[in-house]
């Protein structure tokens, strides 16, 4: 079965820097990858998904995620983090035309400090 | 999401009990989906449904059952609750994939969870 690895658990950046976080994966196929973010007592919002195309995909909130076939990785990145940026970030992986096996990192924290 | 809604929020009840975690959808969505968090792993996929009359297990459906009771609603059963069942349980939703379309594995639309303690 498709997995993925955040191999972060925390990431902290100063507001106003480039924050990236990263996420690889494994799948048999082409990969579905998606990225969400979770605030406290809420549950996961969308921000990106990468299906075909070009590797640069562009999301929610100012985010991008870049994706490396031959590395196999999605990481989520941002040129100029806010504190309001402070939540934890998971990684998903689908196989093609199968959404209902989605499986998510066990998440990154993201801290933007002031 | 407020087009998902889950009920109870919090629910704390001890080990046998008979527990019941609603969702409902106000999205229109076919698919709806069961997961539980927790730290360190993530999300973890319980049960899904593809409509009304389609129910499938997922990686961890033992200990669960789960009923779709309209296309809108998908209960998440415990019949005798256990502690390591602690835990805090999403709900989503996603559109339908299109045959042959690109834009196909939509995304998932979460509940805000419940979060459920077993004593």
């Known amino acids: 079965a498709q997995s993925v690895a955040q191999p972060e658990d925390q990431v902290n950046v100063a507001e106003g820097n480039p924050l990236t976080v990263k996420c690889t994966y494994s799948?048999?196929?082409?990969?579905?990858l998606f990225w969400y973010v979770q605030y406290p007592n809420r549950g996961l919002q969308f921000l990106l998904k990468?299906?075909?195309?070009?590797?640069l995909v562009k999301g929610s909130y100012g985010f991008e995620a870049e994706f490396n076939k031959s590395q196999t990785s999605f990481h989520l990145k941002k040129p100029s983090a806010l504190v309001s940026d402070s939540a934890l970030y998971f990684c998903?992986?689908?196989?093609?035309?199968?959404?209902?096996?989605?499986?998510f990192g066990a998440g990154t924290r993201l801290t933007v400090k002031p | 999401d407020a087009d998902v809604t889950q009920t109870p929020r919090n629910r704390i009840t001890k080990t046998g009990k008979r527990i019941m975690l609603e969702c409902s959808q106000t999205?229109?969505?076919?698919?709806m989906y069961w997961y539980r968090q927790d730290p360190g792993l993530g999300l973890r996929l319980i049960y899904y449904?593809?409509?009304?009359?389609?129910?499938n297990k997922g990686e961890i459906s033992d200990g669960y059952s789960v009923s779709r009771q309209a296309q809108a609603k998908f209960s998440l059963s415990l019949e005798s609750a256990i502690p390591n069942q602690t835990a805090l349980y999403f709900c989503?939703?996603?559109?339908?994939?299109?045959?042959?379309?690109?834009?196909?594995?939509?995304?998932?639309?979460f509940g805000d969870g419940t979060r459920l303690s077993i004593l």
């Open positions: 999205k229109g969505h076919d698919r």
């Open positions: 989503a939703t996603s559109d339908s994939e299109g045959t042959a379309s690109v834009d196909s594995n939509q995304p998932q639309h």
């Open positions: 799948v048999s196929g082409n990969p579905y």
């Open positions: 990468y299906i075909t195309g070009d590797n």
């Open positions: 449904s593809f409509d009304v009359k389609d129910i």
């Open positions: 998903a992986v689908s196989a093609p035309y199968n959404n209902n096996d989605m499986r």
